[in-house]
């Protein structure tokens, strides 16, 4: 079983509680970007990273900062992108999984929900989770 990162900004509690869907289905913890640095990605075998849509349609600027510094450290290792928005069509989810895969990241998976998750976004979340820790 690998070793999951669950790495995570919420406002409203709504891509933490993905964070914590992924997190359980991974057999993992989810940790707020808060507490995440670059020096921890040698770790991990695996990431999911979760922020939502924040202004107009872009990553919150101190999570951008943490994830920008994990990137080039993250190598081949498969990451998940996550995060919630409450207006808009997820253009921030489509921009921010473009510029990874530029970057070099191996992007498993990109899921969004708009607020709360339902069914099926939970649904695909877990499946995340367990493909992370595979």
Do not use: R
Request: proline share 2%; with cysteine.
């Amino acid at each position: 079983m690998s070793a999951v990162a669950v790495v995570y900004w919420s406002q409203t509690g709504n891509t933490q509680a993905m964070a914590e869907a992924i997190a359980e289905a991974a057999g993992a913890e989810a940790v707020d970007v808060a507490d995440f640095s670059a020096d921890k990605v040698a770790d991990y075998d695996a990431f999911a990273f979760g922020c939502p849509a924040m202004g107009d349609e872009e990553l919150d600027p101190d999570f951008e900062d943490v994830w920008n510094d994990c990137v080039e450290a993250f190598g081949d290792k498969p990451v998940v992108l996550f995060g919630s928005y409450d207006w808009g069509t997820g253009e921030w989810m489509d921009a921010w999984k473009a510029n990874a895969e530029d970057a070099g990241v191996n992007v498993l998976d990109a899921i969004i929900a708009n607020l709360e998750s339902d069914d099926e976004a939970v649904d695909k979340l877990k499946a995340a989770g367990a493909k992370l820790a595979e």
